[in-house]
């Protein structure tokens, strides 16, 4: 029996522009054909494995604030590039390496990176991100408290206290776009 090809595990997610997964399998199931890659982590408890995740990829390390920037920088890259250019929009998870159960925080700011993508006009999306954009639209009024009453909230609380929460808050709302490795363009 030969190994599968990319085109033929539907776990990679390829015949969509704008993918969804967890962790870093995920980024790696579903980041290796694309060209921009961000990384959803609502709080912020681990620092982002760039070297650990696709080659030849863009990173981002995403901010709910700046999610409209996020998408105003894939259709930058997009016209740069000339063509139809591959989002991975992954939600970190704690250990990224092997998330435990389910990282809230992480789906609603994949979610909302996504909602930001749909609404330029980037919408070919996996169903699997329609799933994590619809969650976010029915839960962006309620995201604060999401943050400090889910799992991940309530242990960063207990580990590091309430101010830590807080803090994650403050970097979830920041409008910086901040891009952690550029996506070369061929000269």
């Excluded at 990319?6 to 969509?16: I, T």
């Excluded at 016209?79 to 435990?100: F, K, L, Q, W, Y």
């Excluded at 970097?171 to 363009?185: K, M, Q, T």
Aim: proline content about 6%.
């Amino acid at each position: 029996m030969t190994a599968p090809h990319d085109d033929d595990r539907p776990d990679a997610q390829l015949r969509y522009q704008v993918r969804f997964d967890v962790g870093l399998d995920g980024a790696r199931r579903i980041g290796g054909s694309a060209h921009l890659l961000v990384w959803c982590d609502g709080l912020a408890t681990e620092p982002v494995p760039v070297d650990a995740l696709p080659p030849h990829v863009e990173v981002i390390d995403a901010r709910c604030g700046a999610a409209a920037s996020i998408a105003e920088r894939l259709l930058t890259l997009q016209a740069a590039r000339g063509e139809r250019t591959m989002v991975a929009v992954v939600a970190a998870g704690s250990p990224v390496e092997a998330p435990e159960g389910v990282p809230v925080e992480d789906h609603l700011l994949a979610g909302a990176v996504i909602d930001a993508l749909g609404a330029v006009g980037i919408d070919a999306t996996s169903p699997e991100a329609a799933v994590a954009a619809a969650g976010y639209q029915g839960l962006r009024g309620a995201v604060a408290h999401m943050l400090s009453a889910s799992v991940g909230g309530r242990m960063l609380a207990a580990s590091e206290g309430p101010d830590a929460v807080r803090a994650a808050r403050e970097r979830w709302e920041s409008a910086e776009l901040v891009v952690l490795r550029e996506f070369d363009l061929p000269a």
